[in-house]
Structures are given as structure tokens and as C-alpha cells.
């Protein structure tokens, strides 16, 4: 077991890496949670803890399970010891670390996650819902971040609270990366800053939510679910639309990266406008848009994003060519073709891809990934969707 502080609560609790498990008196779908991933991050932690010892096991539906995230980082305060947890959840990391003879501290936290991972799928039934639950180190409106998938897309509309796709394509390695590959249902949320006792009450509003949609548990099981609802709807300021990231500005090694005061994310900013200092050289927004996740703590390699709201035409519009998996027609395009189409993967020969524009491949539900000398990949969640498991479901 290992001490967890909450600088919010004043207060410190003991944990193992499971923080609970409930078995519901009825089949349901199987709910994890994560927290904690990143172990300056506890709010998720002290907010699960709540959300359980609130439930009663004979109302619940399925399984339920609570799981700590970095653990040696959680009791260190930290973001992570050697390295970020959770950019290591790739196939080809996971098996280099797998083959490592020596494991530091974070590699050998993801070699417990992912045992523990799929244990919970082998040994349970589906539907599988997993969330991972996050602060920031800046002010921010709670929100939902996915991978696009429409089974995502689906799930999360039900939440009062703005929601952002395309982080995939530029986060290389995150978790819920890695379970999207798998084809289940999979959500980030940032409940707020990382020392607000908002970001606390935020996580658990979210997860007693989560029960609720998923139907783990049912509405009038839960006693305030109304004000945990316009909770998140009042902390989001009414704040619903669904953004897309337009731009990252990476930190590179041994780059002296100040984010200037005062940003937080959903601010409105114009393009020139000096966002941060660079070694001593002036970053400006090359942009109208929103930042979003400015960079305030010492640790991390992404200085800000900037995001812009997506038209709900456009996200119509996509859902309808998924749905017809229009994307078949691309490799009859010149310098198109299937890398591993059951995976939905293409690769554009990069002569070529300067004609094609990327929004094209986003509306199609594609991401480019990886870079080669001489090919671009783009990788598509929805041909990997267990979507087929979830339509049974009430909110699908």
C-alpha cells in the first residue's frame, strides 16, 4: 500500500492498486476506472474512493472497478518517475519493455496495468466501458477527450461538458489509446485543476454519471443524480460543443519553456496574440482558436494545444460515411492503399498526400500517426469498434 495525498483535502489515505471492486447483484456491462495515471494527479483517486463506498452493491448491474494508476509517482507527487506512463501504451513499446531484462519504475507500473488489464477482459463480460480520469496543471472547464470513434462519440454526447477529439494524433502512447485499439468504449475525462477541490467533486459527478449511462446502475439509484448533472453542465459554463485539435506546440529536450500566466483552457485567442517564452524567444498563437491545456507545472512535453469547435453538419455527415464505410473508396485514389484494412489502416505515399486534405481523412474517422521517408499512415478506430456490442445499449 502506498500514501496518497490531496493537497484540496488536506487529507491522506492509504491505497493498493485496486481501489475497489464491486460485483453487482445482476449481469450489467463491466466499468473501470482509472486514476492516477499521472501521480501529481490524485483527485481521480480520492473521488473514486467516495463514489464506492457510496454504492449499494445490490442495485449495480455488471461489475465495477476502481484501479490506481502510477503508484510509486502517487506517492511521490509526481507526474511520473522515469518516464510519462502514459505515453508508454504503444504495441511497439509494450513489447520492448516486455523484453527489457531491467525495468525502471514507470515501466514496470505498465507491466502491472497491463496484466491487470487483461485479466479484467478475460475474466469478465462485455459490454467493456473504461475511463481514465485526469487534472490539469492550468484553470479549466471540466471535458471529455476520445479517441473518434463513433461508439465514443455516442457515449460521451451524454455528458454536459465540452468534448475533444483528435488528441490521438498528436499524444503518442497514451492508455486509452491502447484499450481504443482493443474496440471498447473509452473515455478521458479532466475534471480540473489539479489541486481544486472542484476537480474532486467534478471526477465523482462524472463517475456516478458514467453508472447511470452505462446502466450499471439506474437513475433512481443514485440520489442526487440531478445535481451532479447540472453540476457538470454549470462548471462547463453550458459549454457542449465538440472541438477538434488544430495544433500542438511541442517541448523539446533541454528546452526552457515558460507558459505565460494567466491562460486557461477554453480561452479565446487570436492568432499572433504571445502565448509562451521559448529559450528566450516569443511563442505567438499561429491561430484563431482556443488554447487548451496550457502548461503549468515543470514536468511534461506539451507546452499548449490550440482547438477549434467542429460544425455539427460535419459530424453528421461523418457518422453517415462511417456508417457506409465510404473510406473503402479511398485506395482507389493514386498513392492510397491498405497497409491492414481489418485494422483500418492506410498509408498515402507522401508525394501525393499534399492533395488530399487531412479534414477529408478526419470526416472519414481517420488520423495520421507515424511517418515514414517516404509514406504517411493514418489509422482508423471505427473498423476496430467492438460496436456491435454496445447497440443493445439504451444510449446508443
Given amino acids: 500500500m502506498v500514501d496518497v495525498f490531496s493537497k484540496a483535502l488536506n487529507n491522506t489515505i492509504k491505497i493498493k492498486r485496486i481501489l475497489g471492486k464491486i460485483e453487482g447483484s445482476h449481469p450489467g456491462p463491466t466499468i473501470v476506472f482509472f486514476a492516477g495515471i499521472h501521480g501529481n494527479e490524485p483527485s ?63 515501466e514496470q507500473e505498465l507491466i502491472e496495468l497491463l496484466s491487470l488489464l487483461n485479466k479484467v477482459i478475460k475474466s469478465n463480460q462485455p459490454p467493456f466501458y ?59 475525462f479532466e475534471s480540473g485543476q489539479h489541486d481544486s ?10 463517475a456516478y454519471l458514467v453508472l447511470v449511462f452505462s446502466g450499471a446502475l439506474k437513475k433512481e439509484a443514485v440520489i442526487n443524480f440531478s445535481s451532479f448533472y447540472e453540476q457538470l453542465k454549470l462548471q462547463s459554463n453550458n459549454t457542449i460543443d465538440v472541438f477538434e485539435i488544430v495544433y500542438l506546440q511541442r517541448i523539446q529536450n533541454n528546452e526552457l519553456f515558460k507558459m505565460h500566466d494567466g491562460f486557461k483552457s477554453f480561452d479565446k485567442i487570436k492568432k499572433g496574440a504571445s502565448l509562451a517564452i521559448s529559450d528566450a524567444t516569443e511563442i505567438k498563437s499561429p491561430f484563431n482558436g482556443r488554447i487548451f491545456m496550457p502548461l503549468y507545472q515543470k514536468k511534461g512535453s506539451e507546452g499548449f494545444f490550440i482547438i477549434k469547435p467542429i460544425k455539427p453538419f460535419l459530424l453528421k455527415l461523418s457518422a453517415i460515411l462511417r456508417n457506409i464505410k465510404f473510406d473503402g473508396a479511398l485506395v482507389i485514389m493514386p498513392g492510397i492503399s491498405w497497409v491492414n484494412k481489418k485494422e483500418g489502416i492506410l498509408q498515402v505515399n507522401l508525394k501525393v498526400a499534399k492533395y488530399f486534405a487531412k479534414a477529408l481523412f478526419h470526416l472519414l474517422g481517420y488520423r495520421s500517426k507515424q511517418v515514414t521517408t517516404t509514406h504517411l499512415k493514418f489509422y482508423n478506430r471505427e473498423r476496430v469498434a467492438k460496436t456491435s456490442v454496445y447497440k443493445k445499449a439504451p444510449w446508443y
Avoid: C, M
Avoid at 471540466?142 to 465540452?162: C, E, G, H, M, Y
Avoid at 477541490?197 to 462524472?206: P, V
Fill in 197 to 206: 477541490k472542484e476537480a474532486i467533486t467534478n471526477s465523482i459527478a462524472f
Fill in 130 to 188: 473504461f475511463f481514465d480520469l485526469h487534472t490539469t496543471s492550468s484553470q479549466t472547464l471540466p471535458f471529455i477527450t476520445i479517441n473518434d470513434a463513433l461508439i465514443n462519440r455516442k457515449f460521451s454526447t451524454q455528458f454536459p461538458v465540452p468534448i475533444i477529439l483528435g488528441i490521438e494524433e498528436y499524444l503518442n502512447g497514451p492508455l486509452l489509446s491502447y484499450i481504443n485499439d482493443l474496440g471498447y468504449v473509452s473515455l478521458g
Fill in 44 to 106: 481521480g483517486i480520492f473521488a473514486l474512493k467516495k463514489v464506492l463506498a457510496g454504492i449499494n452493491k445490490t442495485q449495480v448491474k455488471g461489475t465495477i472497478f476502481a484501479v490506481s494508476g502510477n503508484l510509486l509517482a502517487l506517492k511521490n507527487q509526481q507526474r511520473y518517475i522515469n518516464q510519462d506512463l502514459n505515453r508508454l501504451w504503444t504495441k511497439k513499446q509494450i513489447e520492448e519493455i516486455k523484453n527489457k531484462s531491467k525495468l525502471n519504475d514507470d
